[in-house]
């Protein structure tokens, strides 16, 4: 029983401290709606389903493994307290769907590793990915 309590007490502790992975549908189509819908390139709207997860995710790799527009996504959406659970419950709620749009509009301008291209916006705007290839590497 003492192996029991011990093994819960631990697992409760490790959940506490895990980081959560903001990978889930609602938050990817808010993504292909801002950038890869009607105006966008076709060319980039193909790279954007082709990549699915691997816009912020790399393939291969645990989801909390993110690439570095996955990175400062999920940095942004802790910093920003955004109710991640509610909007999940309520995706078409417009006020959810704004905050959304204002972290996106952040991180464009945020630097992307890329000495080619400085931000993020800059590789969109070059029709390749923000955070990596169709992999996310």
């Known amino acids: 029983m003492k192996k029991y309590s011990l093994a819960v007490a631990v697992l409760c502790v490790a959940t506490n401290f895990a980081t959560p992975a ?16 009607e105006k966008a390139n076709a060319d980039f709207k193909k790279l954007v389903t082709d990549a699915n997860c691997y816009v912020c995710h790399i393939k291969g790799e645990s989801k909390k493994k993110r690439n570095p527009y996955g990175e400062a996504l999920h940095e ?3 910093d920003t307290k955004f109710p991640i659970k509610d909007y999940k419950k309520d995706s078409k709620n417009e006020k959810y769907i704004a905050q959304l749009k204002e972290i996106f509009k952040k991180l464009e301008g945020m630097e992307s590793g890329d000495k080619e291209h400085k931000t993020f916006a800059d590789r969109m705007k070059a029709d390749l990915l923000p955070g990596g290839d169709k992999e996310g590497k």
């Open 22 to 37: 903001f990978a889930f549908k609602q938050l990817a189509d808010q993504f292909k709606a801002k950038y890869a819908g």
């Open 76 to 78: 942004l959406i802790e």
